[in-house]
Nanobody, 116 residues
Framework: QVQLVESGGGLVQAGGSLRLSCAASGSINSINAMGWYRQAPGKQRDFIARITSGGLTSYADSVKGRFTISRDNAKNTVYLQMNSLKSEDTAVYYC??????????WGQGTQVTVSS
């Protein structure tokens, strides 16, 4: 079993910053990519950012230049630094990991609300 626990969500004013964390525990073995997605009410879950085991990153256009993904392999943790937050960033944020190129696990989600 693998568990992902996200933290760091909350309420912030537009223009502010938040840092999300997602720690993986359990039967961890060879984590490949780690990523973040988000889902606003009534909308589909969208890709936000991804980081490979080698540190290569990719971002959705909507967050490029404002969000930064990073990971600590020793702690099996992925982070999402979110700056210059906008009201449209309001959503539930989910982390996921890919293990061995086969298994994908999701966290339970953390709410981020940006007030304008």
């Amino acid at each position: 079993q693998v568990q992902l626990v996200e933290s760091g969500g909350g309420l912030v004013q537009a223009g502010g910053s938040l840092r999300l964390s997602c720690a993986a525990s359990g039967s961890i073995n060879s984590i490949n990519a780690m990523g973040w997605y988000r889902q606003a009410p009534g909308k589909q879950r969208d890709f936000i950012a991804r980081i490979t085991s080698g540190g290569l990153t990719s971002y959705a256009d909507s967050v490029k230049g404002r969000f930064t993904i990073s990971r600590d392999n020793a702690k099996n943790t992925v982070y999402l630094q979110m700056n210059s937050l906008k009201s449209e960033d309001t959503a539930v944020y989910y982390c996921n990991i890919n293990m061995g190129g086969i298994y994908v696990y999701w966290g339970q989600g953390t709410q981020v609300t940006v007030s304008s």
